[in-house]
């Protein structure tokens, strides 16, 4: 009987994001719905990992504290276990002690093949053969290398998915978000988009190699959002060629398929500084939209921004065929009035709102097309939302 044996923090802490990516496959790839353990022996020195995919995306993660019936002189071992009866196993067994051993062992590879055991827990886990687990896609050997705070990464890109598409199928690379690398300019950019409104984002950079222009689905980005910082400062590596990505994180390997890279090009809406209108306490914008959003019309949620610059103040009004529905004001710092309200779709301003970080939020507005710019004070970060009417 083949096993290895781990300290019940790690066994928590490895496998549950493991096992929760294999039980996201909903394509019935049965050989995807199952976790995989390798143990390795490379010139006497033992290495043990597990490792999932969905098919799109797969995950690795290095197991560092570990043992195993593998000796100096054994040779590798691996195991495929049910996902979801993994994910089971490791909610159940969060009471135990960080320290208290875990051991996963397996006879064969067969319904109920496996055994994990704890104190005197004993559990009962399918088993599968290994051989046929897919390889994951492997980076050309010309790629794009970039090295960047994780912290920073997270921040910026669960800004950016509240922007993007939701299964757009006549243009999927509005799906993800559009990340470039300019390395002469020591640049990423990153850009979201569902048609409706637009998120962009630049963030400087000292460690890369080779320009990219790439779409990260969604999936990636939630992948990269549950990887755990503890320091600001601490780095992840991005490898990029023109078909996949590897994201590497401590003892974390994270590799993805890209989108069809042919994102629609909008730097035209960002030439030309917008006009504009006001500044305004962010806090107190966001705490009046979400007052108004519980008066809205739910299938057209919009909301009418009037603004006057003699009482220094923005009248907010949401409305349905004209009539309204709730409204709030707040104080403004109002540098150009608009010649007609302000209309547009309440959540999409909310959600461009809430993204800013400052304390003062500034909206303008464009003076040919009318949609509406929003910026924090000094930032980098820019969010258009269309108008619903001008």
Known sequence: MSFIKLPC????????????????????????????ILITNKGGKLAAYASASNGGQSMARRIENFESDIDMLGEDKEVLLSGEKL???VSAYTSFDA??????????????????????????????????????????????VLTIPLKRLQDVLVQARGSVAVNNSTRPAINGVN????????A??????????????????????????????????DMIQGLKVSDASELVRLRCDTNSCEITFKSTLI????????????????????DWLMDLEQKDMADALGRLSAAIDKRLPAIELLIDDETQETHLR???????????????????????????NLNF???????????????????????????GDNETSRMIVLPLRT
């Not at 690398?181 to 020591?186: D, T, Y």
């Not at 461009?352 to 970080?357: C, H, I, L, R, Y």
Request: hydrophobic residues 35%; positive net charge.
């Open 318 to 344: 949401t409305v349905q065929g004209g009539k309204t529905l709730g409204e709030d004001y707040l104080k403004s710092k109002v540098t150009l009035k608009p010649e007609n309200a302000l209309s547009v």
């Open 87 to 89: 994910l089971s196993i």
């Open 179 to 186: 990340i470039k690398l300019n390395c002469s300019a020591k």
């Open 188 to 221: 990423i950019s990153l850009t979201a988009t569902d048609g409706y409104r637009v998120y962009d984002n630049k963030l400087d950079v000292t460690n890369s190699k080779n320009d990219f222009n790439i779409v990260i689905p969604t999936k990636l980005i």
């Open 255 to 274: 590799r993805s398929q890209l989108l069809d890279n042919k994102f629609p090009d909008l730097s035209e809406l960002f030439l030309n500084e917008p």
């Open 99 to 144: 320290n208290e051993p875990v051991k996963i062992s397996w006879d064969d590879f067969s319904e109920n093949g496996g055994l994990i055991t704890a104190k005197r827990s004993k559990m009962k886990i399918d088993t599968a053969d290994p051989s046929a687990y897919p390889a994951p896609p492997k980076l050309n050997a010309e790629h794009s």
């Open 349 to 375: 301003l909310m959600q461009a709102v809430a993204n800013v970080t400052s304390k003062v939020a500034r909206i303008g507005q464009h003076p040919k097309d009318k949609y509406l710019v929003i910026q």
């Open 9 to 36: 923090a790690d066994f928590i802490s490895i496998l549950n994001p493991i096992a929760r990516l294999a039980c996201s496959n909903k394509k019935s790839n049965g050989v995807l719905e199952f976790a995989r």
